[in-house]
């Protein structure tokens, strides 16, 4: 079966700069996984993943989605197949939680229908999903973060992508938020076979919930593979540059034995 994403040779460097965001990446992701990409600020972690939906074109190599170069797709027939979840957005008008999951079927309805039963069908199931029934009538600016965030993924889930790509889903939540934000993502993937693509910095949550890890330094590959083989004491202390030590995470559950990275503190000189 084609991989979800394939990335060959992969590189980009933005205007007036000197250094690639992206240099020569190559990786698969396949179908129903859930694939983290992490490493430091400025490895070039949101570059990648705009690289290989199309929204930028590599300087060199390929992105492919689904067997074909990501640059061709129609947006319109590629937002069908993949849900984005950004890493900020300002919603500047009064919307209620109902209407800005219902965008998420725009892709379906094109410009002139209005919806209808399976559109309202996609929406409710998807504010069920994400624990938003019930709030149907709130306004967005009056939910808290981690509701917000529920509600921006369910207007992806509302488009039934076979694919789900967010950009740091989980940035300035809480512990709780944060947590039942992967616990959605890890349930996506294992019930529905969505396969689920995001940029964190939690490593230890991503070691405990992804089946692939893609770990960046400097625009370039410092790892792929499985949290166990990649979440690494020597790998990790040199990637981002700081003493760290890794242990196994003790459970209870399915994640028992994940490595789960401490910083430590530098001593005083």
Same mark, same amino acid.
Request: charged residues 25%; negative net charge.
């Given at each position: 079966m084609t991989a979800a994403f394939e990335a060959h040779r992969l590189l980009f460097a933005y205007e007036h700069t #000197? @250094?690639?965001? @992206? =240099? %020569? +990446?190559?990786?698969?992701?396949? #179908? *129903?996984? /859930?694939? $983290? &990409? +992490?490493?430091? =600020? *400025?490895? *070039?972690?949101?570059? /990648?993943?705009?690289l290989l939906l199309g929204s930028l074109a590599p300087l060199g190599g390929s992105a492919?989605?689904?067997?074909?170069?990501?640059?061709?797709w129609n947006r319109a027939e590629l937002a069908r197949r993949i849900g984005v979840v950004t890493q900020a957005e300002d919603i500047v008008f009064p919307l209620t939680v109902r209407e800005l999951v219902g965008m998420g079927r725009y892709p379906h309805m094109g410009p002139y229908r209005g919806e209808n039963a399976?559109?309202?069908a996609a929406i409710a199931a998807a504010l069920e999903y994400c624990a938003l029934t019930g709030f149907e009538q709130r306004t967005m600016s009056t939910l808290s973060g981690g509701e917000r965030q529920r509600a921006r993924i369910a207007r992806a889930l509302a488009q039934k992508p076979r694919v789900l790509v967010l950009d740091e889903p989980t940035a300035a939540l809480d512990v709780a938020h944060e947590m039942s934000t992967f616990e959605l993502l890890d349930r996506l993937t294992?019930? %529905? %076979? @969505?396969? &689920?693509? /995001? &940029?964190? #910095? =939690? +490593? =230890?949550?991503?070691?405990?919930? $992804?089946?692939q890890i893609v770990l960046l330094e400097r625009g370039s590959i410092a790892g792929i593979g499985a949290p166990a083989t990649v979440v690494t004491q020597p790998r990790i202390q040199t990637t981002y540059q700081w003493p760290v030590t890794v242990h196994s995470y003790e459970g209870p559950g399915p994640d028992t034995g994940a490595p789960q990275v401490a910083p430590l503190r530098k001593e005083e000189p």
């Open positions: #000197h @250094v690639n965001a @992206v =240099n %020569d +990446i190559s990786l698969a992701i396949e #179908h *129903g996984t /859930l694939c $983290a &990409v +992490i490493g430091p =600020n *400025g490895s *070039g972690k949101s570059t /990648l993943l705009r492919r989605f689904e067997g074909r170069d990501a640059c061709t399976d559109d309202r294992r019930e %529905d %076979d @969505v396969t &689920v693509v /995001l &940029v964190t #910095h =939690n +490593i =230890n949550l991503a070691s405990r919930y $992804a089946s």
